[in-house]
């Protein structure tokens, strides 16, 4: 399958349909193909303007806080014995994660197209948290869908976002997941389609979302990038982040996809086990199908029905993958590997104890395979983890799976 | 090519009417029972037959089909027996277009050229499938005109002057125009700007133009026969299986009269406005 020799460079796509590969694309109801071939135009327009970059920049300065610090985790290393870790930390962006880079993308472009509804799907509730702040600093008015379910586990979001000001709208359909969460927002953007702008907030939809998302994104692997040459004098030998639908994963692969030197692992949610059936592991457990207005891989039963997706991390609990994944996966770019539920519990009270910073549960699926893949390699190699998210959200989740606090 | 549905709508302009179209969902309640519904929609005064392939997301479904797709596919219905359903129907009627509706997924996982093939042979006429617009034809739409099916298109409030050509290009047997901008079986449309609608698109196109979402009643389907070749008719008869239904979701004695009387007073609304 591997055709990476081949290709001149893995950071051309999508073509101007919107495809990577076979993957991506745009299946969505007639109501919203007017809607998206707008928001593409506005995009492409927004995207050439140097106001827009700067009043992006200015913002990424003065209210996230970048750019995120590349820590070398030295007592990790230490502990592990094998390759220098670094850690990428977008834990320490306002509002807890990376998914504030995106949101702040989207919502100036909102701005700029004249919407004044935003609406937003949201699994572990930082995205939702994300764009309930961005729409807090802007005046908009925020709707965030949420499974039912995970409105339940990721209480401390629920509670941020109504004190931003957001209505929060649980999810009872299906399997009251992200999902779920997804195909309601859907529905809301085909209900409202003159004032609402649908913030996506992960690398997946129809186009030009993945492409977009992905762009807003970067900024992760430019600062990496930048900030290993200054340290290091060199690139990076290994990347490894956690994907959910992709995100923080493109977000540091991206710039760094033609650097032949550079391996990159993503890291799905393995639930149960990926052999257990009860998993979030889509290229490792899953194949091609249409979803949420893109071809990617998703985990279904033998009709084509989607199966519900597992994950004690409710980020990473979505049956599909952003549809340039995909393509990375089947072109042999990108290694995909799996964390267990247990492995990443494991991962999460490492880094706890060892650097003093307790990661979200996402994240922590990456330091687990991580660590692993460190421990193989010599001590000069340099790996950056994408320490994507802060656990604060986690900590009661973990603590009733641990048994408790004392 | 002509299809049952284009000898169909043929003969009811020269009679001087609009078609009535009924949804049903594949399955709902069980297999059997929507075999028997649909086996009794023409007699109801159904004079085209929209089948719908259950989905676990139909991103464009309002709560009701929602629902009903999530009771097939607890029964165990597949893209496999839905074709059946048709296989079945057509061993006494011959003549009634029958059209599958529903979501990408579930026929690219059978196979497109398999499903084509399939469908036509047990006796399908055309498929509406709500995720592939324009920008995918070479997916599906192709294939399936090559393969003799009608691939019909929706057309909605947002469609503009400029993109309705586009939507209109491989669109055949009608134009399904959705009323309303929202998901099915939500909000009733605004009458008087259907039949405006209405006129816009056929100034496009010679094909029937159906209009759908939000008919509830004879009389909403009155008001949109007026100014339209066709009255389509979902959530609202969905809703009349879920009703019927005993306390386990099993459907009762009442099922099928419940979904034929419907039919038999929305064709009344339709069959009251003579053209
Ligand atoms: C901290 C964190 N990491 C990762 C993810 C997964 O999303 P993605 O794969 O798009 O980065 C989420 C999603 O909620 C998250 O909150």
Redesign the interface.
Same mark, same amino acid.
């Given at each position: 399958m591997t055709i990476q020799q081949t290709l001149n460079s893995f950071r051309t796509g999508p073509d101007e349909t919107g495809h990577f590969g076979n993957f991506g694309g745009r299946f969505v109801a007639e109501t919203l193909m007017p809607l998206i071939l707008d928001l593409e135009k506005a995009y492409t327009e927004a995207k050439a303007d140097p106001a827009f970059h700067a009043e992006l920049t200015s913002f990424h300065t003065h209210y996230v806080g970048r750019p995120s610090p590349l820590y070398f985790a030295e007592r990790l290393t230490e502990h592990v014995g094998g390759a220098k870790i670094y850690l990428k930390r977008d834990e320490l962006n306002h509002t807890g994660a990376h998914k504030i880079n995106n949101v702040l993308g989207q919502i100036l472009l909102a701005r700029r197209m004249g919407k004044t509804r935003i609406i937003a799907e949201t699994g572990a509730g930082q995205h939702g948290v994300a764009t309930a702040t961005a729409c807090a600093r802007f005046g908009l008015k925020c709707v965030v869908y949420m499974g039912a379910v995970d409105v339940e586990r990721q209480k401390p979001n629920v509670f941020r976002m109504r004190m931003l000001g957001a209505e929060i709208v649980p999810v009872v359909s299906g399997s009251k997941t992200l999902k779920d969460a997804m195909n309601e927002a859907l529905r809301d953007w085909v209900s409202n389609v003159e004032d609402t702008f649908y913030c996506i907030g992960t690398s997946a939809g129809p186009h030009p979302y993945p492409m977009m998302v992905r762009d807003f994104q970067s900024i992760i692997g430019k600062e990496a990038r930048e900030q290993m040459l200054e340290r290091e004098g060199r690139l990076p030998d290994s990347l490894v982040a956690c994907i959910g639908g992709g995100s923080n994963a493109i977000g540091l692969f991206h710039p760094f996809l033609d650097d032949a030197s550079v391996a990159i692992y993503g890291v799905e949610a393995a639930g149960h086990g990926v052999a257990s059936g009860a998993h979030a592991a889509s290229l490792n457990g899953g194949r091609p199908g249409v979803l949420h207005g893109n071809r990617t891989y998703l985990l279904m039963d033998a009709d084509g029905q989607i199966a519900e997706a597992h994950s004690i991390s409710a980020g990473l609990d979505y049956p599909g993958i952003g549809p340039e994944h995909a393509w990375l996966h089947d072109t042999g770019r990108v290694t995909y590997l799996s964390t267990t539920d247990s492995e990443a519990l494991e991962a999460f009270q490492l880094l706890s104890k060892l650097e003093g910073i307790i990661p979200a549960l996402e994240p922590a699926h990456a330091i687990a395979r991580a660590v692993e893949i460190a421990a193989s390699k010599p001590k000069d190699h340099l790996m950056i983890v994408n320490l994507c998210g802060r656990g604060d959200k986690d900590i009661f989740s973990v603590a009733e799976h641990l048994g408790g606090m004392e | 090519m002509t299809t049952r549905i284009d000898t169909r709508f043929a003969a009811l302009k020269s009679e001087g009417r609009a078609a009535l179209v009924t949804f049903v969902m594949a399955g709902d309640p069980d297999h059997a029972t929507a075999l028997e519904i649909i086996k009794a929609l023409p007699k109801a005064g159904a004079d085209l037959i929209e089948i719908g392939m259950p989905? +676990?997301? @139909?991103?464009?479904?309002?709560?009701a089909i929602?629902a009903a797709g &999530?009771r097939a596919?607890a029964g165990g219905e +597949?893209?496999?027996s839905t074709i059946d359903i048709v296989r079945a129907f057509r061993v006494n009627d011959t003549e009634t277009p029958i059209i599958l509706m529903g979501y990408?997924? @579930? /026929?690219?996982?059978?196979g497109v050229e398999t499903f084509l093939k399939d469908a036509k042979e047990a006796g399908v006429d055309g498929l509406i499938v %709500?995720?592939?617009?324009?920008?995918?034809d070479d997916e599906l739409c192709k294939p399936a005109l090559k393969a003799g099916l009608n691939f019909i298109? &929706?057309? +909605?409030?947002?469609?503009?002057e400029k993109?309705l050509p586009k %939507?209109l290009s491989n669109t055949s047997g009608f134009v399904y125009y %959705?009323s309303i +901008?929202? /998901?099915t079986g939500?909000a009733t449309p605004d009458f008087s700007k259907v039949a405006t609608a209405v006129a816009r698109i056929k100034a496009h196109t010679q094909l029937p133009v159906a209009v759908g979402f939000g008919v509830k009643t004879a009389s909403d389907a009155s008001a949109i026969a007026k100014g339209a070749d066709g009255v389509v008719v979902g959530s609202a008869l969905v809703e009349a299986v879920r009703k019927s239904l005993d306390a386990d979701g099993k459907a009762t004695s009442k099922t099928i009269g419940a979904v034929t009387a419907l039919v038999s007073e929305i064709a009344a609304g339709v069959r009251a406005v003579k053209k």
């Open positions: - | 989905f +676990t997301d @139909p991103m464009a479904d309002g709560p929602q &999530l596919l +597949t893209l496999h990408f997924n @579930p /026929i690219y996982i059978y %709500v995720d592939c617009p324009p920008e995918e298109r &929706l057309a +909605t409030p947002t469609t503009d993109r %939507v %959705v +901008t929202g /998901i939500s």
